[in-house]
């Protein structure tokens, strides 16, 4: 890249592969730049997706619900796949993914619930409730930095423990109760 304004006394900007050089202005021996608008990088891993209707059954007996949300609200570099629930990492790298999940528990005598994301390195608990009520309605959340190889994969899961097989996750348009987003970290 090169840009060189004779006329308005503009520094020479040359670049090559990971860096910038500028050049004074040989008449006035000043460089600068100027920057008029933020840059944004529209091809940096970046994803949120919520769960469209309630997913009813899904847990209350141990067993561990991969939830698939299911509308993205954007993907920024396509990294997110709505059908699966899982996020792929482009490159290695440390990425923040954040898991919010709405359900209602287990008819019964629940005892605990907990979502995690399942990473293909380990697995990361989110949040973890014992000592919950039956048929009572929660919001689970939390985040965490996961340290991703080039291909690895990530998926929020939901646990709900202390009964059968009733639990619900919910979902839905207008509230988005649950939701799945991430992000690579500089």
């Known amino acids: 890249m090169a840009v060189n304004n004779s006329v308005n006394l503009a520094p020479l900007i040359t670049g090559t592969s990971n860096q910038i050089q500028v050049t004074p202005n040989p008449s006035t021996n000043v460089a600068a730049i100027a920057l008029t608008s933020p840059f944004f990088n529209t091809s940096q891993p970046m994803f949120s ?91 689970l959340s939390g985040s965490c930095i996961v340290p991703m190889a080039a291909n690895d994969t990530a998926k929020i899961e939901f646990i709900n423990t202390g009964s059968t097989l009733t639990a619900r996750v919910n979902g839905g348009t207008g509230q988005r109760a649950t939701i799945f987003s991430g992000y690579l970290l500089p």
């Open 49 to 139: 997706a919520f769960l469209s209707s309630n997913q009813t059954n899904v847990s209350g007996d141990g067993t561990v619900y991969p939830i698939v949300f299911d509308t993205e609200l954007f993907d920024q570099a396509s990294n997110y796949n709505n059908s699966t629930g899982i996020f792929t990492a482009p490159v290695t790298a440390n990425y923040l993914l954040i898991g919010v999940v709405g359900f209602i528990s287990s008819s019964g005598g629940t005892t605990t619930a907990q979502i995690q994301v399942n990473a293909t390195a380990a697995t990361y608990p989110l949040f973890f409730q014992p000592g919950i009520s039956a048929s009572f309605t929660y919001i």
